[in-house]
C-alpha cells in the first residue's frame, strides 16, 4: 500500500517546485501578506515556507496529511471550493508520502503554536519513543511548513533530480511569478544560510512594480496594460483578462509568458501559440516578448478531467477568449506604434 501511495504521490509531487506550488497556494488561500521560502540544496534536501495567514486549528492536525481532507476540517466552509479547480486535499498527503513533513502553526485565537510532524497521511511522533501529540511552542500567527528529504523514499525519483541549482531556479520561477500576481503579498526566497535573498518584494506593491523589481527596468518601462471583460447571462461564458505585455520595443532571448487562471499558475500551448504569432512580423526574428495574463473564468468551466497538477489547462470556449485576447493585444501595440 505505501508503494501505491508514494507513486500517486509522485504524480502529484514531481520535483521541490511542485512541492513549493501547492504550498504556495495553500498560504495565499490563509490570507497570508507574508511569504517566506528558505531552501538547501534546490529543497530536495530542506524546503520551509512561512506564513502569516489564518493558521491551522489544533483540532485539525490529526487530519491534516490524509487525503481528501479538505471537506473535514472544521475551518472548511466553501463548499464550492471543493469542485473548484485546485482544491482536492492531495497535496499535504502527498508530500507526506515522499517526504519528512512538519507543520507549525499558531491561529489568532491560541496563545501558542502547535508543531506536528507527519509520514505517509499520518501525525508521527518527533523522535521515537515520544508521543506522537502536536506539542505547544513558541511561534507567531500564521504557518510554517518544512519538508525534509524531499523523496527519500523513491531513489530513482531522486536520481533524476540531481542538479540542485536546477531546481533551485525552478523554485525561484515559480516564486517570482507567483510574486508578480500577488502584488500585494511580501514575497522572499533564500537559500539557507544567505545573507542576501534571490527574491525580495514588499507588501502592497502594484503588478507593474513587481514585475520591476522581478524582470528589471527594461521590461517594466516597455509594457502595455489592457483589460477584456465578456459578461453573459450564462455566467460559465462570462470572462475577464488582464494583461500586462511589452511593446515591440523591448525584446528578451525567449519569450516569457505568465499564465494564471483562477490565480492558479497554468500554461497552455493554444494561448501561447496565439500571442506569439501576435508578435511575428512586429518584433525581428529571434526577439520575444514578456506577457503577463491574468485569466478569470467559471470554476466550471475548467476542464476538471485535468488533474490540476498537470498544467496543461482546457476550458470552455478556449478558442473564442483566445482570440478576443490576441485582438485585444494587437489592437494595443498598433495603437501605440502610431
Ligand atoms: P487543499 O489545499 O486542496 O485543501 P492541501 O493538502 O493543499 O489541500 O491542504 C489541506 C488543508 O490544510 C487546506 O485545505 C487548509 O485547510 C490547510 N492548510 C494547508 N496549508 C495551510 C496554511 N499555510 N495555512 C492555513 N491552512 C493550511
Ligand atoms: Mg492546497
Redesign the pocket.
Known sequence: ESLINRIAAGEIIHRPASALK??L???L??G?TSIRVTVKDGGLKYLQ?Q?N????RKS?LPI??ERF??SK?S??SDLS?LTTY??????????SHVAHLS?T?KTRTTTCAYKAHYSDGKLVPAQPGQTEEPKPCAGND??S?TIENLFFNTPTRLAALRNTSEEYSRILDVMNKYAIHNPSVAFTCKKAGSASPDLSTPSGSSTKHAIKIIYGRTIEKDLLETRVKEDSKKTEESWSADIHFTNANYQAKKMMFLLFINSRLVESQRIKRALENVYTGILPKGASPFIYLSLKIDPRSVDVNVHPTKKEVHFLNEEEITTRICDVVQEKIAEKSH
Open positions: 501547492e504550498l497556494e495553500n498560504s488561500d490563509a497570508a515556507i506564513d495567514g489564518c493558521g491551522i485539525d491534516l496529511a481532507t479538505t476540517l475551518t472548511f471550493r485546485g482544491f482536492r486535499g492531495e497535496a499535504l498527503a502527498s508530500i507543520v502553526t500564521g504557518t511548513i
